[in-house]
């Protein structure tokens, strides 16, 4: 059986005799084990589970909920869309907070205020068309002052702070919101030592002394996201944000893998055979024959390529585990499919193709997969297409799934 969760991705019911060319794998177990690793990492401060972009491809209703049975009382998310799509879905006010940061002008604000989103606000514009939305539908709005200490993306400059501190407390006062939050992001946390990380904790706390000096009481005050959570307790504050975290992968692999940050992998993306034939020495392979055979062999179809998220930077990089040993992409990967030397092996049609997984088998990772593409896991688990089944594994008995597709 196939439906469709909240973002449109294709999810699997785990039916006997199912047929697919591919199939991510999402341990929702793994995911509930990894917010309680966080959890008792950070101690005290609430967690945000961060669920944008489909929770990083995984499914953003699944993994939500997964998360809140482990504790997780926040919701993250980029676009209005998603926040709208959760509450939609049964995600209630009651149930969770859910922020919300990235805001267009035009945006839906009457709809978010009246869906209970927290709204995050970097600018006068933005205050203002919020506040327009909160006169005509009635509804006060739940602001999170954001300021940019030194990300340089979303965010309010220092010298802009006064002004919009000022007029969110003017709002205050009128009774058309509640200063819910402050908030930061940083631009390095990654990278341990890295002299943006003492800079942008200073400018935080001066952002936060100069709006509590005027008389804002935020109710959450938050900077950490994934690696300042593991790696920053003074950045902590009453809040963290783990995204690429709560998914099981390291977003600091020269400082450790998951399993240092007691975390486990959550996706696990599998492909099946699609061909398999000999062919002589000297034979290209893919467009452009940046791959030819160096002598006779066999060559494996997978039946995934970039329209499903397959880097192209893959091509003659990207691991691959079949029949228990590891491949490489030969060629350059395509729309549809890739091609893998299999060196005279003859695997039978059907075999499963693993990408990745936990690695606790022996095959290759997300984080593998970055380094061959010289990008970051966030990117590589992010980009899986929607029609890649996703099929959900771990679930709790008689908990609600997107499109009862959990197994």
């Not at 990083?56 to 926040?74: N, S």
């Not at 006060?140 to 010298?159: E, F, I, W």
């Not at 029949?323 to 092996?345: E, N, S, Y």
């Not at 899986?384 to 099929?391: A, D, E, K, L, T």
């Amino acid at each position: 059986m196939t439906t469709a969760n909240t973002t449109g991705a294709a999810t699997t019911a785990d039916a006997p005799g199912r047929h697919h060319r591919a199939e991510a794998t999402i341990d929702l177990a793994a995911l509930r084990a990894n917010v309680a690793a966080l959890r008792e990492r950070t101690g005290g401060p609430a967690v945000m589970a961060v669920v944008k972009a489909d929770a990083y491809g995984h499914g953003a209703l699944p993994c939500a909920l997964a998360a809140l049975e482990a504790g997780a009382t926040w919701l993250g998310t980029a676009t209005p869309e998603e926040a709208l799509a959760l509450r939609a879905a049964g995600i209630g006010p009651d149930r969770a907070r859910i922020l919300c940061w990235l805001w267009t002008p035009g945006a839906p604000w009457e709809q978010a205020l009246r869906a209970g989103v927290d709204i995050s606000v970097s600018g006068r514009w933005a205050l203002d068309e919020l506040l327009a939305a909160v006169r005509a539908c009635g509804v006060p709005a739940r602001v999170h002052l954001k300021a940019d200490t030194g990300l340089g993306r979303n965010g309010c400059q220092p010298h802009d702070w006064p002004d919009l501190v000022a007029a969110v407390l003017r709002a205050e006062a009128e009774g058309l919101l509640t200063a819910a939050g402050v908030w930061s992001h940083f631009a390095a946390a990654d990278e341990p030592g890295h002299p943006s990380i003492q800079a942008q904790l200073d400018g935080f706390a001066a952002a936060l002394a100069y709006a509590e000096g005027a008389g804002l009481r935020p109710e959450v005050r938050h900077l950490a996201n994934s690696p300042a959570t593991l790696l920053l307790p003074q950045a902590h504050y009453d809040l963290v944000r783990p995204g690429l975290a709560t998914y099981g992968l390291s977003p600091v692999p020269e400082v450790g893998g998951p399993a240092d940050f007691g975390l486990r992998p959550v996706m696990s993306l599998t492909a099946r055979l699609a061909l398999v034939k000999e062919v002589p020495g000297g034979h290209g392979v893919s467009y452009g024959h940046h791959y030819t055979t160096p002598g006779a062999t066999t060559l494996g179809l997978v039946p995934l390529g970039y329209a499903d998220g397959i880097p192209r930077h893959a091509s003659n990089t990207g691991p691959v585990q079949i029949a228990g040993k590891w491949r490489t992409v030969a060629g350059r990967v395509a729309m549809d499919q890739f091609v893998v030397d299999l060196g005279g092996d003859t695997p039978r049609v059907g075999e499963d193709v693993l990408l990745f997984g936990t690695g606790e088998q022996g095959e290759p990772t997300a984080e593998d997969w970055a380094r061959a593409c010289g990008t970051v896991s966030y990117e590589i688990v992010t980009r899986i297409g929607g029609r890649v089944p996703r099929r959900y594994v771990g679930a709790v008995p008689g908990a609600p799934s997107a499109g009862g597709a959990t197994a």
